[in-house]
């Protein structure tokens, strides 16, 4: 379920049906400014989307993970993140791929 606050990092660039139009850019981070719906790659805020759509590009960053990042490598969210290659630049404070 997507909440309104919620922060997703995108691991695969995502296009619109049949179209060459950018859903989701790999690298980025999108937030929910609204229960039930994404900001996408155009900045529409109001654009929801079903869970099986979603997570075929993008990991929800639980607030533990967005609060402590690299602290605890047993969060579920942090795996996820790794398994598709990225890694925190705490300097930069945004996720890189390896």
Known sequence: MIRNGDKFLCFKTGYYNGS????FQEGKIYESHTDGCIIDYDGCTYHSFS??????YLIKLTPLCRYNYGI?????C????????????RKTK?????
């Open 20 to 23: 060459e139009s950018i859903i």
């Open 51 to 56: 869970d099986g759509f979603w997570q075929k």
């Open 72 to 76: 605890s490598e047993n969060l579920f």
């Open 78 to 89: 942090l795996q996820k993140i790794k398994q598709h290659g990225y890694v925190y630049n």
């Open 94 to 98: 945004k996720f890189v791929k390896k």
